[in-house]
């Protein structure tokens, strides 16, 4: 398999797709919230990238649920093994492309998990303490734990409630297959990451985002699951709510999805620490030239 994976804003998706079509490949995605179903504009889903010169690439683990679900880690093993093994039995090339860590390191590093139940008596000694604090009770575990995407106090309980679970029952960790996989990852310099994630917001903006907020809601999504998906979906339902001003929201949202950026690669460098080798590419590049490199490599990688 080959995985591509970056902080938003990269161009994940174009060169994936670009990389597809010349390997003959289908794409998997390793996004923790493009699961879901009419979260399109604030996920960045960009679904018409997967057509090519006409030609529609094919892609996996988008709009599986219903906005409102809380989907996980363990799920999304269990969705990947299913699409991959499909890929691999029709004699197809994968291709992993996402920028959840967490996601993307359960199947590179093979953790098979399980469904972790609530844990009432947990959540309410967790719940009264500010975010920051939890988020260091979150490091100070040694197995693998999210906190790329935790930026709410009920995210982080749940990510906090799931690692003491594993702690408390390491027995039930099962094998999961290994696949090896050619790792790829887009670096791009950190004042270029931030003028296209400003670029990106706006245009996210004029393309309706707060209206696809606004529907969910219609919808009968609930404020509080909206807040729980965190970034966008946060601060656009507090505007909604007549909490935030147009101007605190965008301002506020804004630094939020930097300070997600600078997580995500710092998952990423994790990873390169807890031994996953990672080809790091310039995401300033020439397309066409980041391709050619990345065909070479993946040429070799399949002959080996």
Not at 34 to 46: A, E, F, S
Not at 268 to 274: A, D, N
């Amino acid at each position: 398999m080959i995985t591509l994976l970056g902080p938003t804003a990269s161009g994940k998706t174009h060169l994936a797709v670009r990389l597809a079509a010349a390997l003959d490949a289908e794409i998997i995605s390793g996004d923790s919230r493009q699961v879901y179903r009419g979260m399109d504009i604030g996920t960045g889903k960009d679904l018409s990238e997967y057509v090519l010169d006409g030609k529609s690439i094919p892609y996996h683990l988008i709009d599986l649920v219903e906005a409102g679900y809380k989907y996980n880690v363990y799920e999304y093993q269990r969705d990947f093994l299913e699409v991959w093994k499909d890929i691999d039995r029709r004699g197809k090339k994968a291709v992993l492309c996402g920028g959840t860590g967490l996601y993307i390191e359960s199947v590179l590093k093979s953790y098979r998990l399980v469904p972790v139940p609530p844990n009432p008596e947990l959540r309410m000694k967790m719940e009264i303490k500010p975010l920051e604090e939890l988020s260091r009770i979150l490091s100070s575990y040694k197995e693998l734990h999210n906190t790329t995407d935790v930026d709410t106090v009920k995210r982080a309980v749940r990510a906090i409630e799931i690692e003491e679970y594993y702690r408390i029952h390491p027995e039930i960790k099962t094998s999961f297959p290994k696949i090896d996989s050619l790792v790829f990852g887009l670096n791009l310099d950190r004042e270029l990451r931030r003028q296209r994630i400003t670029q990106r917001l706006k245009a996210r903006l004029d393309e309706g985002m707060i209206d696809e907020v606004r529907g969910l809601m219609e919808k009968g999504i609930s404020v509080d699951d909206l807040i729980y998906y965190g970034l966008e979906y946060k601060y656009l339902s507090l505007h909604l709510l007549g909490q935030l001003s147009f101007r605190e929201m965008f301002d506020q949202l804004e630094i939020s999805i930097h300070q997600f950026a600078k997580r995500q690669m710092t998952w990423f460098r994790g990873m390169e620490t807890r031994g996953t080798h990672i080809h790091w590419i310039d995401a300033m590049a020439d397309p066409s030239e980041n391709i050619e490199l990345m065909l070479e490599e993946s040429r070799n990688f399949y002959k080996e």
